[in-house]
């Protein structure tokens, strides 16, 4: 089996910063791309930002320029380097991974989640 576990949310007012990190473990075979989504009350789940295998990065429009993912592969784990944060980042931020733990088994996973409040 395979689990993500997110942490680093929490509350911070307007202009600061948090790191999120998303730790991979279980039977993994391979990791390819990851990525970080995030769903306020009411809303859909959106799409924040990206990253391939090879390093290869894409952010949503409403956080380029403020917020950074990235990846270690020898940690099994992705990071998103939130900056300038605003009231609109306020959401349940969401880890997933396209995994593939055996040659016949590939699919995406998502973490639990965790907590990022801005306040103005």
């Known amino acids: 089996q395979v689990q993500l576990v997110e942490s680093g949310g929490g509350l911070v007012q307007a202009g600061g910063s948090l790191r999120l990190s998303c730790v991979a473990s279980?039977?993994?075979?391979?990791?390819?791309?990851m990525g970080w989504y995030r769903q306020a009350p009411g809303n859909q789940r959106e799409l924040v930002a990206t990253?391939?295998?090879?390093?290869?990065?894409s952010y949503a429009d409403s956080v380029k320029g403020r917020f950074t993912i990235s990846r270690d592969n020898a940690k099994n784990t992705v990071y998103l380097q939130m900056n300038s944060l605003k009231p609109e980042d306020t959401a349940n931020y969401y880890c997933?991974?396209?995994?593939?733990?055996?040659?016949?088994?590939?699919?995406?996973?998502w973490g639990q989640g965790t907590q990022v409040t801005v306040s103005s």
């Open positions: 997933n991974a396209n995994i593939r733990t055996t040659y016949w088994v590939m699919r995406d996973y």
């Open positions: 990253i391939t295998s090879g390093g290869s990065t």
């Open positions: 279980g039977s993994i075979s391979s990791i390819n791309a």
